[in-house]
């Protein structure tokens, strides 16, 4: 009785040490899960209300430029500067105000503009007295009455904006702007917005609610309640402190709120009100997850201590025996003392393997599929891939859809280092993924392949031509109107999983088409495009960018004009030649601001007729427009130069796609991109652990082929064609790479 009591003490004492060890792992791991969580929830807040107030403020800084660019119409110089009211004047400001609401009406304003001493309000719209248009905006005239008796940091840049409880149109939010001449009566500008123009709520967060506030709420998003008088009360405070830098982040009761003040109205705040993330919540979360871990962990360490216990215990089991026998007993044999040692290790040795499995899991885990699909497309549109490892992994990776009848369209974004300053870098990846799968066409399945920061390969799977042109239509148009980036889309031919290489090339030579007025390129429009001949020597390209990237006008001047002469000087220079050469003219001056840092669309927007001018121009005409576009480019490349950043490795296979039917080698490539030899080589090992001769062969290779099956070349032919100047140095590499020489491939194609 008193050993099994001695045991059941022993076992006891066990499973609290393992209940407590228990106890106190789980608490660990559901507060790191909380501090992670509420990290992660803050961070996404301040994101949040970052993009949507800068976004906010571009609006109302567009309706500011405006308002200032109304202030110097000479009908309103003519309105402010008479005594009395002259309709004529008024009639005359009216008509100068609706021309330049044309180009902002769609941005959601709508401006009036009056001096209160006539009681006349004059819009795009018509004319008001001040009284019916205070009633048709929903505001209380106790606005305007506040904005002439206030004063100081609330009437900032004497800009007033109407809270939310002078309005009874929750629609619209109000701005009076009052400009003050000492010699005249004030001139106020009733700026109206719409309410969702302003904040579309692109990322809006059910957890929280977002406020426009100055002294008192002007507009509530999200959800339609009120901001906490309490947070209002203290924004006001340490407003009137001007302590405007603490206030980024205040926490009060159950709420955390994020204050971002306004870069255009010094007194406007954006004012994110969001729940603090609490530990209840996160539990009730992953409780579940963690459930059978826990259990499991609990279970194993119950069955661990009664194995510790058996084991502590026989040593005393042992002793008591012992001494119940009698004294002088001969000790345990060494065998039973082994065994207990071998009971020891084999625990110790079991706690280890778990171990190692758990760090196997994990690195499975961080491995995730999605790296393996996106390395094993990369292998095979790079050519490194051959067919056994691309039938090894189709259905390991789940993409036996992708085995037959491809298209590739290939997205070109220039503007993302400018947009790099305003906003953070959007992910390109994740926003055509949405597109695409919002459409509701046709199609089997596709796969989005980022090659650089600027370049992206979207491979579908099973979908017809139109619906592909459609796709490539739309992607274009919303990335273009929503995020301003200048993009271009190349859509290849049909092609097999093993024929991706040559998909590639196709694309990178529709590449060099790329005009403004066709953002989709086809390959069928690149193939009439080829058919018109004009005289333009790429050499001529390249020099030109570089004279305008050095900075050298003269030079620039003499080789375009060299140039323009060689083609109009023909004789039979038809309209359609003299539209192909005004493309590829344009390409290069686009390829001139690209290679300075900025885009085509930037351009026109600064410049918006010139283009049109350019495009349109007679024969007579066209070398002065030329000319004229050409300073144009020349001035707007060197006022402000920024590099893009791009990834090196991606640009150098595309490079070496480009240029490896010449007689490429390492050091041209070196020369190329300012790198070393040796670093050129271990980039290209590292990325696709291939050497840079056999992905220059494999390439040749795969072009001889392609070459030979159509059945129109000679076997010196195709080597002088894919760049081996030696007949017998291109049947080496062919036959070590296919297994056969060049002639007895042909051969054994004609058994076929």
């Not at 980039?683 to 159509?710: C, G, H």
Request: with cysteine.
């Amino acid at each position: 009785m008193v050993k099994k009591r001695f045991l059941y003490r022993m076992l006891t004492l066990f499973i609290v040490i393992v209940l407590l060890y228990s106890v106190i792992t789980s608490s660990i791991i559901f507060y790191k899960s909380y501090q992670m969580v509420d990290a992660q929830n803050n961070h996404s807040n301040k994101l949040y209300i970052e993009q949507n107030s800068n976004y906010a403020d571009f609006k109302l800084r567009t309706a500011m430029e405006f308002v200032y660019k109304i202030s110097t119409l000479q009908g309103l110089i003519d309105y402010r500067y008479s005594t009395d009211t002259n309709y004529q004047y008024i009639a005359k400001l009216y008509n100068e105000l609706n021309d330049q609401m044309q180009g902002f009406g769609q941005l959601g304003f709508t401006f009036g503009i009056t001096k209160l001493a006539d009681d006349l309000v004059i819009t795009a719209g018509g004319t008001y007295n001040i009284k019916n248009y205070l009633n048709e905006l929903g505001i209380d005239a106790e606005a305007l009455n506040r904005l002439q008796q206030m004063e100081g940091p609330f009437l900032a840049s004497n800009t007033y904006v109407v809270p939310e409880s002078l309005s009874r149109k929750p629609g619209n939010i109000v701005m009076i702007h009052q400009m003050v001449n000492s010699n005249l009566e004030p001139l106020y500008f009733f700026i109206v917005i719409d309410r969702v123009s302003l904040l579309p709520g692109i990322a809006d967060n059910p957890k929280g609610n977002f406020y426009l506030h100055t002294n008192e709420t002007i507009s509530s998003y999200i959800y339609d309640k009120a901001l906490d008088s309490d947070i209002s009360a203290r924004i006001n405070t340490f407003y009137n402190q001007e302590s405007q830098e603490n206030m980024n982040h205040l926490r009060m009761g159950s709420t955390i709120n994020y204050i971002h003040p306004s870069k255009v109205i010094p007194n406007l705040n954006y004012v994110y009100s969001s729940t603090v993330t609490s530990f209840g919540a996160i539990f009730a979360q992953i409780w579940k997850a963690a459930l059978f871990p826990s259990v499991l962990l609990l279970l194993l360490g119950i069955v661990m201590a009664y194995m510790a216990t058996r084991s502590s215990y026989k040593p005393i089991r042992q002793l008591l025996h012992f001494l119940d026998e009698q004294k002088g007993k001969a000790a345990p044999a060494p065998k039973e003392q082994s065994k207990q040692i071998h009971e020891l290790d084999y625990i110790k040795s079991s706690i280890e393997q778990m171990y190692s499995i758990n760090h196997a899991l994990q690195d499975q885990l961080d491995y995730s599929i999605v790296h393996l699909r996106e390395d094993f497309f990369r292998k095979v549109i790079y050519g490194i891939a051959n067919d056994e490892f691309i039938q090894e992994n189709l259905s390991g990776l789940q993409l036996e859809r992708f085995g037959e009848d491809l298209n590739i369209v290939l997205l070109e974004c220039e503007g993302i280092g400018a947009l790099d300053k305003t906003v953070p870098a959007p992910n390109l990846t994740l926003i055509f993924n949405t597109l695409i799968r919002n459409m509701r066409y046709e199609y089997g399945d596709f796969f989005t392949l980022p090659l650089d920061k600027t370049k992206y390969c979207i491979i579908f799977a099973r979908i017809s031509p139109e619906c592909l042109k459609q796709i490539a239509d739309t992607v274009v148009h919303t990335i273009e109107s929503e995020l301003s980036l200048d993009i271009t889309a190349c859509i290849s031919s049909t092609y097999q999983l093993g024929e991706l290489t040559s998909a590639l090339q196709e694309l990178l030579r529709m590449s060099n088409y790329q005009y403004a007025t066709h953002k989709v390129l086809t390959p069928q429009y690149v193939r009439d495009l080829e058919e018109v001949v004009c005289y333009y020597p790429i050499e001529t390209e390249t020099c030109l960018i570089n004279y305008v990237n050095s900075n050298e006008l003269g030079r620039a001047y003499d080789l375009l004009r060299n140039l323009l002469d060689q083609n109009l000087n023909q004789s039979t220079l038809s309209s359609v030649t003299l539209s192909n050469l005004k493309h590829s003219i344009l390409t290069t001056f686009k390829r001139c601001l690209n290679t300075s840092g900025t885009t085509l669309n930037q351009f026109v927007r600064e410049y918006p007729d010139i283009l049109n001018e350019f495009m349109e121009a007679p024969v007579s005409k066209f070398m002065e427009r030329t000319f004229a576009l050409f300073e144009l480019v020349f001035n707007y490349c060197n006022k402000d130069k920024f590099c893009l950043e791009s990834s090196t490795a991606s640009q150098i296979f595309i490079y070496i796609h480009k240029n490896f039917d010449k007689d490429l080698s390492l050091t041209e490539i070196a020369n190329e991109f300012n790198l070393s030899e040796s670093y050129v080589s271990k980039l290209l090992k590292n990325s696709l652990d291939i050497n840079f001769k056999q992905y220059v062969n494999t390439l040749k290779v795969k072009r001889a082929k392609e070459l030979l099956n159509q059945g129109n070349y000679k076997v010196h032919e195709v080597a002088t064609i894919v760049g081996c100047n030696n007949t017998n140095t291109f049947i080496r590499i062919f036959k070590q790479y296919i297994g056969v020489s060049p002639g007895e491939y042909v051969k054994n194609l004609s058994h076929l």
